[in-house]
């Protein structure tokens, strides 16, 4: 059928109607008071979210933008920052430190893993002079399917005296996070995942330790300034024209959250994750992922069985169910195919993606006892 | 009445249904081809509506965005920018190549007056160095509603050697501008103005000059780096996730604006403004700029009448009709107020517009020929 595209892709992501209707109306006019009253209440939600009391800034960007924002209101050219690689957006904090003339070293692992918190204990007790003063990494690896043990990894950055700069643009709003109870430093977001709207917005906030840093910042980037956003936070305003059809649409996406509740919200990624692998070793089919303790519960990265491949698979699914589900991702392109179950996906659309997958691979060819998946994933909700 | 905003304000400006409704619908994946197309026609459109060859970049960011995008490639710290400023927003340029490590210097007149181009010539003629690399400047000033003339500026700027920096986010797709035939090497512009969809996102152009002087940009930001969107562009995509749902928009707007053409659309907006400071005059009031060659065609400066505050007028028409207009910025807030006619705004609207302050100000004890003003908008609208 025409129309009916649905997104399993790490974002965009589905969006709910009440979002989708915000955006459609006549745009409020930015220094309005009724405007300054839907960012007030946002404002408040999203340190909710956030679990923090320090304001979350909202930039008119891509979640790169946000990145390129911590970076360049903290880092000076010649700093030396360690970048915790585990594919290709750990990648990226290393590439912008190095547009900003930092002195970057990276901690990689391969594709499919995590940073094994010896490994960066290791890495910052070797670094004697506390040379090393960023230390950027990535909560979840959307390129991989990974997430990182987080909390244990800033442990190790703070014990050091380092200051943290991590990516939750796949995890805030879906997998857990406690910005102030665990001691995280620079943390920044994504609009068209864990938050149920359209790209067009990210989201940035900074510990009292980061503002410290800040300060010494020689040239802080303008239209990302730290300390222009934090003022106009204050008065219920963002420093310049903000997207506001998509704030409009954000404070409806936020109502449903605090509805949902956040631990609610993590079970059912959770759930509709952990099914999704069920119903995948079902199928005989091999997950990227090998350490079951690192599996992303947003993202499910899965091989192809031997003779399909990855396009055919995809065009499979977009072709005939409208489902779009995405390739791997640089060197991983043609390897993995990636579903994902972020923001606005409840179990009926996964049970409907496993149900298509399973006609898809028999297509092509691959051996399916068909239903077993589906009723794979059935079960495993159910006894959850 | 509830429920009728009215914008009036030179930016977010009234959308078109059209555009309204693909903001509402599902977003594409980014990488999808069915966005792929619509991506490759706004490009397409997009080098139209700038009148240049060159590739037109869209940015997910607010107008300041690409403002900073277009420092940031170019401008190493140390580097000579003159600065011409005529208002809130030329003062802007300044900051932003502040920010970066620049050595600006400022070419200022009183708010209400443009650049006189003799001044420019005799500052550059100083220049015997040519030291000065790069000049800052603004097309149409929105703080003060004067337009400066673009292309004779230019054209003193192209004889210096220097690149041209120029801010269009008020001028493109309202007044007359062609990049090519006038040689502007990097111009800026804003979605929710000319472009008549929500604000979100930004777009840059530069000259085959302007790209030797990238090359040679030390640490060009990343989350805006030329390269990659020119790259990009090549491919029908963009190198980050972009604002899918505006661009959707704009492919909507870009086609209203084919069918209407460039001509009629800048006399659409030179018409309506040039019938509202008529109307303004007829009411008994001043305009605040005082030589009619730079008065704007998009945003029209009036002060109120002795004893009539700016807070007033904006309250009445606010209440009681509904029509948002903006006060002044700055050192002129609450000296002047501005009524804009940028992007979907009809002779209707200001019709309407015309009537109400005619209705606001006579409550407000202000001595009006009740309909005469209203009429002398109708009158040269007619006789145009």
Known sequence: ???????????????????????????LGHRSKEFSAILKQVF??????????EDVFIYTASG???????????????????????????????????????????????????INPK???????????KEIKFVTLTHNETSTGVTNDLKTLNDIIQEHGAL????????IGALPFKMDEWGIDVIVSGSQ?????????????????????????????????????????KKDTTPYTPAVSQIAALSETLKMMKEEGLNNIHTRHAKIAGGLRVAVEAMGLELF??????????????????????????????DDFDIVVADGQGELKGKIFRVGNLGFV???????????????????????????????????????
Chains 1, 2 share one sequence.
């Not at 920052?81 to 547009?99: C, D, P, Y």
């Not at 943290?164 to 995890?171: L, N, R």
């Not at 989201?203 to 800040?214: D, E, N, R, V």
């Not at 192809?304 to 491949?309: D, I, K, R």
Request: proline content about 5%; glycine content about 8%.
């Open 1 to 27: 059928m025409k129309d009916k595209q649905f997104l399993m892709i790490p974002g965009p992501t589905p969006v709910p109607e009440t979002a989708l209707q915000a955006m459609a109306k006549h745009p």
């Open 44 to 53: 408040q939600d999203l340190k909710w979210l956030f679990q923090t009391q």
């Open 64 to 114: 790169t933008g946000a990145m390129e924002a911590a970076v360049y209101n903290l880092v000076n050219p010649g700093d030396k920052v360690l970048s915790l690689v585990i594919g290709n957006f750990g990648e990226r904090w290393a590439k912008i430190a190095e547009s900003r003339g930092a002195n970057v070293e990276r901690l990689s692992v391969g594709w499919g893993c995590a």
């Open 119 to 129: 490994d960066l204990k290791a890495k910052l007790s070797a670094d004697k002079n």
């Open 164 to 171: 943290s700069i991590v990516d939750g643009i796949t995890s």
């Open 193 to 233: 995942k864990g938050f149920m709207i359209p790209p067009g917005l990210a989201f940035l906030a900074c510990s009292k330790k980061a503002w410290k840093i800040y300060e010494q910042c020689k040239y802080p980037s303008f239209y990302f300034d730290f300390a222009a956003y934090k003022k106009n936070a």
């Open 289 to 318: 992922v090998k350490d079951k303790k690192i599996r992303s519960n947003v993202i499910v990265a899965i091989q192809p069985p031997e003779g399909v491949s990855v396009a055919d698979i995809r065009k499979g699914l977009k």
């Open 346 to 384: 409840c179990e009926r659309d996964m049970i409907a993606t496993i149900g298509a997958l399973e006609i898809v691979l028999a297509r092509l060819g691959h051996n399916v006892d068909r239903g077993k998946a589906t009723a794979a994933f059935i079960e495993a909700v159910m006894s959850n």
